[in-house]
Each structure stands twice: as C-alpha cells, then as structure tokens.
C-alpha cells in the first residue's frame, strides 16, 4: 500500500465515515456502523476515490426511501445493525445480500458506476430483509 492509498484511507476514516454515520443516524434514528474492508483496497486508489460515491451515498439514498416513518425507521433500527464494504477486482465478483443483521455490498469501485449496485437495488435488498 502507497502513500497515497494511506492518506485517501486516513481521510476516509477520519473525516468521511464519521460524516456519512451520523448521516445515517439521522436518516434512520439510531446507529448502524459502517465497516470497511480496507485490506481489499491495499492497492487501488482508484476504487478508494469512488468508495464513498458509489456505495455510501447510495446506502445513505436507499436507506432515505425507507425511512420515510417512524415504521421505516423502526424496521430499519431493529434488523440492520451494519453496513460492510469490500472492494472486489471485477464486475463478475460483485455481489450484495443482507443476512443477520448484516448488509454486505462486494464493489468493483475501480469500475466507477459498472461496478456498484443502484439506490433502487440496495433498497430492495434491504426491504426484502425487513
């Protein structure tokens, strides 16, 4: 892993991550941590610079159209404990379930927007575990 690999990672997690979980808190009304799978982004740049695009704005987005009631944010708070990002090498390794609490999103970031599910695809995984 490079400097600038290092530095994009600190921002992240210093200045980014904080600012989309309190996002989220507001959005649902309670706390759901993100984690990243950082050892999965050792050497792409690239995929670290669209990290927060392409999927925390979009979880964040998807998470909005549910949320919408106190209903929405019931559901949410009691089944979704935490968001976990991992960044895979190819389109074909992309994948997104939500099992145990646990929303799992595997991104091509490199690949900018052919690598990432959709607002709408990220809020059907999540109602269908609602």
Not at 23 to 35: P, R, S
Not at 89 to 99: L, M, N, Q, T, V
């Amino acid at each position: 892993m490079g400097l600038l690999e290092r530095r994009k990672i600190k921002e992240l997690q210093d200045v980014t991550f904080p600012e989309r979980t309190a996002e989220l808190a507001e959005i649902c009304g309670g706390e759901i941590a993100y984690e990243v799978d950082w050892d999965s982004f050792a050497s792409d740049l690239e995929g670290l610079n669209f990290l927060d695009n392409l999927s925390c704005h979009r979880t964040n987005m998807a998470l909005r159209q549910i949320c919408v009631d106190d209903m929405g944010k019931d559901a949410v708070c009691d089944v979704l404990a935490r968001i976990l990002l991992k960044n895979v090498p190819s389109k074909a390794d992309i994948r997104i379930s939500f099992e145990n609490g646990v929303l799992e999103m595997h991104c091509a970031y490199a690949l900018r927007t052919d690598g990432m599910f959709s607002d709408t695809e990220i809020r059907d995984v999540l109602l269908g575990g609602l």
